[in-house]
């Protein structure tokens, strides 16, 4: 129990130090330690305890065990990217503001912020009590919010204010769904958590559960990126810097998840609700892909189409779920599988960026040929993310529309299938335009985006993504069917 | 049902409502530091305009003959329907709350109409917007009568009004207060008093009721303006009967209280006109629609089972 | 605890209809006031405990004094003092909020009927902040009042959760008040930067990120 005290702790405690820390590179080396020792405990913590631990706050259990992992590992990937990225992003100047300095001309805010994010995250995903998750997640939006601006210019600006007010306001709605949660419970119910809540399953007033879950659906799966409520994603996650996107989309998506998922485990033990929340899951999956689908075809910006694969893959999650059964089991390895990628992308687009400069497609020609090992691993990236064999998004997803088709859901399964059909196509288009072709005018130097620590990270997390493709490790294994069984779903 | 009593002390009330302009003109004179009016000026000046002869503009037809009379005797009925004194009024009966609205709303229309058959265009102005504002104070006047009717569960004002007591308002404080607010700012804007017609200004193109009746001369003008201390008289009874209550007094004290009532609420305007600055144009109807809304946060406190 | 849900609910309705920024500011102050003497009053309490004063304390301290400085700070720097005309005209803005109350009004008396609520008013102030909170954050177009109009729609939340009587312990309501304080506090700088950057509080003209215009090729160099 100390170490999950600990695992949240800590990184606040460094990134207070941060900012005080004058040395550019101590602050660097200790961004390092940090993310290695919050990988060291998660991982002790995940395999030291067997079996859930059950606290009033803070609690493990398969689902919090899963999404800790890629987490820390996540973080540890955008840390050893970061040293170099900071190396050549030093941030400029900024004004004093109201009178406050604070620590200018460094990547002090940027350490700093990593850190609390780090931490807020961590809450977000040990803790079990409801309000102590919510502001968790909140902790989560603030923390990053600086991050996005870390470029301050005027379009970073304007990225950061819209996730700023979307995603608050989302959760501000969150709050109002665990106030409506706090109204379903009876006075037999003692602890505010989900299974505190589940154990009391019959004493529960459906009607207010329904209601609190429209309201924990909405509100964060603004912050998941679930559509309508994407229209920051885009902006956000093309603005900010690429480690810093990389952990947006493969983390903190992955988190607001999570807080629906909690209540998700809630409305499983009582039946009206378990078919209520499928039903809204499966239509604000459909329609996150629809949207993605829509938006990536043409898109001229290469973050861009990034952020919008990022909705696609929220949307095949809570799909997922909504399926129930096995798919649920599937989505649990696909939220595994599409944070490994997605965070190789992003840190791929990372050294892109360095080298041409641009973010356009167009600019962009030839990648094979002046990044032979981003241009691979990028090629590699574009397979992994749209679902191809034998990379791990394969198999959950088709195990997906395997019991969509199962059920008798043809309607769902068939719109699925559209969706997935129109995104490969956008982004082949994309990808291939990137790779292949002449080298254009301009005279780049592949070197500034291909040094060691640059590729290290993409090439650890998309063979682990192949790997896991190819053959599923008994601990995944369990942890993802425990994972399952804990939102009333089957085994893969 | 007609009580002889109270129309007795209707009609002095009626003949009596010219002091309340002038307990007003008072109060802004004593706010000024002057001398002021005397509070008889009223009687004066209608005295004064009756003796003079009239002039009509070319343009105007028959409307502008008529429509002094129609606004004066629209005016008298209404005042016979209010309550007067804590005693009921001179006329009642269910449902005579509508028939009082809408006779002041006759009185309005035709002295709207009579503006537009001018054909200037400062009383076609002033004609809208007074028809805005009067719209738009409606419904904080019919909410606050919604409030009381559903509070006493009675459909006459007169059977409304003896059920007000003390009682009333301690158990409901924040409705009453809110009521007595929304209806104070209603008898501001139909009375056109500050902050939203000043009653004193000399520019056309900022007037509202006073550009309206600018064309009239002689004997029209003294029953307009006579009429006016009326309507004020009667919005002024509305009010008190909502905010004092002396059901069980004897008759004579009955009449004295009544009397005091209705000047402090004549020294509360001349106290809101000093101080206060007129509105912009722009703002009033955001006051009054301010003022409906206070009307209905009334009505929803008191439908939600206070 | 009925007076104070009143005042709320008017304090919101001259929040929809003012123009001034200053006046703005110093009403979500006053609501700040409000929402930290809401506590003491929770149905039920005949006591005041500690709790109930730490969350006063900390309520009144941070919404009603170290935000409005900082709002101001922010306001007096960009040299903006009135709202551009809205989307919706200010008295349009009224009469909306007027529907919005009556809607939360039916809300609440709908929900009467499921479960028993300690305080109706204060649910219905509740809703009607979040409402007018949401219409705030939709309508204008400064970006401080959007950060206002945030601040309004977590007063609402808090209320509504105050009048649902959800007990809490002190440490969760302190956190969410924390939370809430440091993201106005964030919004509050960023909007000294926004201010810096564009010259302009005006987020209607935030378009430059949109796949639905069309010129997306824009001039800037992409940031590095």
């Given amino acids: 129990m100390i170490t999950a005290y600990a695992l949240i702790i800590l990184p606040v405690i460094t990134g207070v130090i941060s900012l005080f820390i004058s040395s550019e590179r101590v602050r660097r080396n200790l961004l390092m330690i940090v993310a290695f020792v919050h990988l060291f405990m998660s991982i002790l913590l995940c395999n030291g305890s067997v079996g859930e631990l059950n606290g009033i706050w803070l609690g493990l259990d398969a689902l919090s065990r899963l999404f800790l992992i890629i987490t820390s590992l996540l973080f540890t990937g955008s840390a050893i990217y970061s040293m170099v990225y900071l190396d050549k992003h030093p941030h400029f100047n900024g004004p004093a503001i109201a009178g406050l300095h604070m620590p200018a001309n460094s990547n002090a805010i940027f350490a700093a912020c990593m850190q609390l994010f780090l931490s807020a995250m961590s809450l977000a995903i040990l803790s079990t009590h409801f309000g102590l998750q919510w502001i968790g997640i909140e902790a989560t939006t603030l923390a990053s919010t600086p991050l996005i601006y870390y470029h301050r210019s005027r379009r970073s600006l304007e990225a950061a204010w819209k996730y700023m007010i979307l995603c608050s306001v989302g959760i501000a709605l969150a709050l109002m769904g665990v106030f409506f949660l706090a109204m379903t419970t009876s006075s037999h119910v003692q602890h505010f958590t989900p299974a505190g809540l589940s154990l009391f399953s019959g004493y529960l007033k459906v009607e207010w559960l329904k209601v609190a879950f429209i309201f924990f659906l909405v509100g964060y799966g603004a912050k998941m990126g679930l559509a309508p409520m994407h229209n920051w994603l885009p902006d956000a996650h093309s603005e900010a810097p690429s480690p810093v996107s990389a952990m947006l989309s493969g983390a903190l998506l992955n988190c607001a998840f999570l807080g629906i998922l909690r209540i998700y485990q809630v409305c499983v033990t009582v039946p009206g609700a378990m078919v209520f929340a499928n039903e809204l899951l499966v239509i604000f999956g459909l329609l996150s892909l629809a949207v993605s689908g829509i938006f990536i075809l043409r898109q001229p910006d290469y973050k861009r189409m990034l952020a919008y694969s990022s909705v696609e893959h929220m949307g095949i999650l809570a799909l997922g779920v909504g399926l129930g059964g096995s798919a649920i089991a599937a989505a649990m390895l696909h939220a595994a599988g599409h944070s490994l990628v997605k965070a190789s992308l992003f840190l791929l687009s990372g050294n892109i960026l360095a080298v041409y400069a641009s973010k356009k497609v167009e600019d962009i020609k030839a990648l094979l040929k002046t990044m032979p090992i981003s241009g691979a691993l990028w090629l590699a990236g574009f397979f992994a993310i749209t679902g191809t064999p034998p990379f791990t998004t394969f198999n959950s997803e088709f195990a997906i529309v395997r019991v969509a088709l199962q059920s008798g859901s043809w309607k769902t399964a068939m719109l699925y299938l559209l969706f997935l059909l129109l995104v490969f196509i956008g982004m082949l288009t994309i990808f291939m335009n990137m790779c292949f072709g002449k080298k254009g005018e301009r005279e780049v130097d592949g070197s500034a985006g291909e040094s060691f620590w640059q590729v290290l990270p993409p090439v650890v997390f998309l063979t682990a993504a192949l790997l896991l493709g190819l053959y599923l490790p008994d601990f995944v294994r369990t942890t993802i069917d425990g994972a399952a069984v804990l939102l009333g779903g089957k085994a893969l | ?306 | ?224």
């Fill in chain 2, 1 to 306: 049902m007609i009580s002889p009593s109270s129309i007795l002390i209707c009609l002095v009330m009626i003949v009596l409502s010219p002091l309340l302009p002038g307990i007003i003109n008072k109060t802004k004179a004593f706010f000024g530091g002057r001398q002021g009016p005397p509070v008889l000026q009223l009687y004066l000046d209608i005295a004064k305009l009756l003796r003079k002869t009239s002039v009509y503009s070319q343009t105007t037809t028959v409307v502008t003959r008529i429509a002094p009379f129609v606004i004066l005797f629209s005016t008298l009925a209404a005042a016979l329907l209010v309550p007067v004194a804590f005693r009921g009024a001179g006329v009642s009966f269910t449902g005579d709350i509508i028939l009082l609205a809408y006779l002041l709303g006759i009185g309005r229309f035709f002295m709207v109409l009579a503006a537009l058959d001018t054909g200037s265009a400062f009383e076609g102005m002033g004609a809208a917007r007074e028809v805005l504002y009067s719209a738009l104070a409606e419904p904080a006047l019919f909410c606050g009568l919604l409030v009381l009717i559903s509070e006493t569960s009675q459909t006459s004002l007169s059977a409304i009004y003896e059920k007000l007591t003390a009682e009333c308002w301690w158990q409901n404080p924040m409705t009453f207060l809110l009521i007595a607010v929304s209806w104070m700012i209603v008898l501001l804007v139909e009375n056109a008093r500050i902050p939203i017609d000043d009653p004193n200004t000399h520019l056309e193109l900022t007037m509202i009721h006073e550009v309206m009746i600018l064309d009239y001369s002689s004997k029209d003008l003294a029953l307009i303006e006579f009429a006016g201390a009326v309507k004020l008289a009667v919005f002024s009874s509305l009010l008190v009967g909502l905010v004092f209550s002396g059901n069980e007094l004897s008759l004579p004290l009955q009449l004295l209280a009544f009397a005091a009532a209705m000047a402090l609420v004549a020294i509360v305007v001349g106290v809101v006109e000093s101080t206060i600055a007129r509105f912009r144009l722009l703002h009033v109807p955001k006051f009054i629609v301010g003022s409906g809304a206070l009307a209905i946060i009334a009505l929803i406190l008191k439908l939600s089972g206070n």
């Fill in chain 3, 1 to 224: 605890m009925n007076g104070i849900a009143t005042l709320l609910a008017i304090s919101c309705l001259l929040l929809l209809g003012s123009s001034r920024l200053l006046v703005s500011i110093r009403m979500v102050a006053f609501q700040g006031v409000l929402l930290g003497l809401l506590p003491l009053f929770v149905a039920g309490s005949g006591h005041i405990g500690a709790a109930a004063l730490i969350l006063t304390i900390t309520n009144i301290g941070l919404k009603s004094i170290l935000l409005p400085w900082l709002l101001t700070r922010a306001l007096f720097e960009s040299g903006a003092r009135r709202e551009i005309e809205p989307f919706i005209g200010f008295g349009a803005s009224i009469m909306a909020g007027v529907v919005l109350l009556a809607i939360s009004g039916y809300i609440v008396n709908r929900l009467q009927s499921t479960a028993e609520i300690s305080s109706s008013i204060t649910l219905i102030a509740g809703f009607f902040m979040v409402f007018s909170g949401l219409f705030l954050l939709i309508t204008r177009r400064k970006a401080l009042t959007q950060t206002l109009g945030f601040l309004v729609l977590e007063n609402g939340v808090f209320t509504t959760g105050l009048s649902l009587g959800s007990e809490f312990s002190v440490y969760v309501e302190l956190g969410i008040l924390l939370d809430v304080f440091v993201g106005i506090f964030l919004m509050g700088i960023m909007l000294f930067h926004i201010d810096r950057e564009f010259d302009h509080l005006d987020v209607d003209r935030f378009n430059e990120l949109s796949d639905l215009t069309v010129d997306v090729a824009s001039n800037e160099e992409a940031s590095e």
